[in-house]
């Protein structure tokens, strides 16, 4: 299984960014396909996730600002970013499972694979 993900940037506050996670080596439509961000000096925080039925998560920071889509003929994953602020800069990472369930769609330990991670840079 690989997870390859691209679109990260440097980006001026307001602005926006598209994330790619492309997958391979896994049944796409039956996983749970998340994006986690990691700043300096802090833990991995969820950002939104996007399940096999389609329903989709975010953490409240992000709520009407990022959008997690999913291309099932792709089989790739996108975080569309809109009105970046500062703190939003982070290392961002995708993420899939296929056994994560709802309550547990915002742990990071419950998804088996991981790619390697996009910078994401946003200045005032």
């Known amino acids: 299984v690989q997870l390859q993900a691209s679109g990260g940037g440097l980006v001026q506050a307001g602005g926006s960014l598209r994330l790619s996670c492309a997958t391979s080596?896994?049944?796409?439509?039956?996983?749970?396909m998340a994006w986690f961000r990691q700043a300096p000096g802090k833990e991995r925080e969820f950002v939104a996730a996007?399940?096999?039925?389609?329903?989709?998560h975010y953490v409240d920071s992000v709520k009407g600002r990022f959008t997690i889509s999913r291309d099932s003929a792709k089989n790739t994953v996108y975080l569309q970013m809109n009105n970046l602020k500062p703190e939003d800069t982070a290392v961002y990472y995708c993420?899939?499972?296929?056994?994560?369930?709802?309550?547990?769609?915002?742990?990071?330990?419950?998804?088996?694979?991981w790619g390697q991670g996009t910078l994401v840079t946003v200045s005032s």
């Open positions: 080596g896994l049944t796409f439509s039956r996983y749970t």
């Open positions: 996007i399940r096999w039925t389609s329903s989709t």
């Open positions: 993420a899939a499972d296929s056994g994560v369930i709802l309550s547990t769609v915002k742990v990071p330990s419950q998804y088996d694979y």
